[in-house]
């Protein structure tokens, strides 16, 4: 058991460093070199090096988090400073470590660079967070304000970036912040969907008199499990059966046409499922066929 967790516990701090990386290489290869920003610390980091001429991101970053780090020790223990500990002071040095990057900054049009930017540094961050680690800033701040005033963490956040973005204008003008709106829109955005996964799914929810059919041919049919799921109606107090199945985007038509086939008066959501994790997606499923054959020999020994 301590192996296993050893083992996990080493590929999240393999996945932090990667997002780091990739975090760190989009602002030096995109942001930098186009006077744009990034968000939190980094942001502010970044706009010292601006007006200094040069004073190091990573350094910058590293020093404004030291009272935050003591802060978060502080106020919100030992387990969380643990936590984002890593992913702060990595964070910190692979910004200055792919500082050189700048010199081959392959994109000179601040538009695209505010797009590609936005979208590496959103898979850099989401890559962090996936692996459960954080790379401190205004995550610390967030965290803190949250406990106290039961604030929304990402409302926080935003806040901060704003008054950045209102600096941003202020001392640079309004295009080069309206850039780096941009870019921030699309790491938000890239963030989202890499911590969601991308393994995007069907949930179908469907009500009938018939239901035990459907369920037969869209396990023939479809290859998905079922579920039956007890259901009552609010008007008529009536029972029903429920039935409850995940399929992939390609198999939602076939489960419609089976569904119209044996009920065309079936009421039936589908929901979209942003992560799927278990037997036939994430794991090895069973065979339709093998499992339709075990389930026939059980009911075989029982009807004997």
């Known amino acids: 058991m301590e ?13 932090i460093t990667l997002g780091c990386l990739i975090s760190s290489s989009s602002i030096n290869l995109f942001l930098l070199p186009n006077h744009l920003l990034s968000g939190g610390l980094t942001g502010i980091g ?15 970053v590293l020093v404004y988090n030291v009272p935050l780090l003591v802060a978060a ?30 010199a081959y900054a392959p994109v000179p049009d601040p538009m695209l660079a ?35 005033y039961s604030f929304h963490m990402g409302g926080v956040i935003f ?57 037969e041919a869209i396990i023939r049919g479809v290859g998905r499990g079922v579920t039956f799921l007890d259901g009552e109606g609010a008007f ?27 009920d065309p008066q079936a009421f039936m959501i589908v929901m979209d499922a942003n992560e799927v994790m278990g037997r036939g997606f994430t794991l090895p499923g069973v065979k339709v066929e093998k499992m339709l054959r075990e389930r026939d020999r059980r009911r075989e020994k029982i009807g004997e």
């Open 236 to 262: 008529t107090h009536q029972e029903k059966r429920v039935l409850f199945v995940v399929v992939t985007l390609t198999q939602v038509a076939r489960v419609k046409r089976i569904a119209d086939h044996y």
């Open 73 to 102: 020790l502080r106020v919100l223990g030992r387990d969380y400073f643990v936590g984002v500990l890593f992913g702060t002071v990595m964070f910190s040095v692979c910004l200055d470590a792919t500082h050189f990057l700048n």
């Open 3 to 15: 192996k296993v967790i050893s083992s996990h516990r080493l590929m999240e701090v393999a996945g």
């Open 159 to 215: 806040g901060f970036n704003c008054v950045i973005m209102a600096i941003s204008a202020f001392l640079f003008g309004a295009v080069p912040a309206m850039y780096t709106l941009i870019s921030m829109f699309m790491s938000a955005t890239v963030t989202d969907r890499v911590i969601a996964g991308f393994n995007h799914r069907k949930v179908v929810i469907l009500i009938s008199d018939q239901t035990e059919k459907i369920a």
């Open 46 to 60: 970044m706009i010292v090096y601006f007006v200094t001429g040069g004073l190091p991101v990573g350094a910058q």
């Open 114 to 148: 505010a797009i590609f930017g936005g979208v590496f540094n959103g898979i850099g961050y989401g890559v962090i967070f996936r692996n459960d680690g954080s790379s401190g800033g205004l995550d610390i701040v967030a965290a803190i304000v949250k406990k106290y």
